[in-house]
């Protein structure tokens, strides 16, 4: 996760810091939307068959050297 860009990060435990972040998400539709159009995007790379073909790759690549 890029802090601000496709995700809020906060300190695990930190309810202030959680409250705060949902608080800005809030106050800024627009900030939220962009986030969560770049985590979208972001998790893209990580669909299995994403997944999967990179696995495919590197392991051919190790094996014909």
């Keep these: 996760i890029n802090n601000m860009q496709d ?3 906060v300190p ?4 202030d810091a ?3 972040a949902i608080e800005f ?6 900030k939220a939307k ?3 159009e770049n985590a979208k995007k972001r998790a893209q790379n ?8 990179d696995w ?3 392991f051919i690549k190790i094996f014909n050297n």
């Design 7 to 9: 995700g809020i990060l």
């Design 18 to 20: 959680l409250a705060q």
């Design 46 to 53: 990580f669909e299995p068959e994403k997944v999967f073909k």
């Design 56 to 58: 495919e790759n590197y």
């Design 25 to 30: 998400l809030h106050a800024n539709p627009d």
């Design 12 to 15: 695990v435990g930190d309810t």
């Design 34 to 36: 962009l986030i969560g």
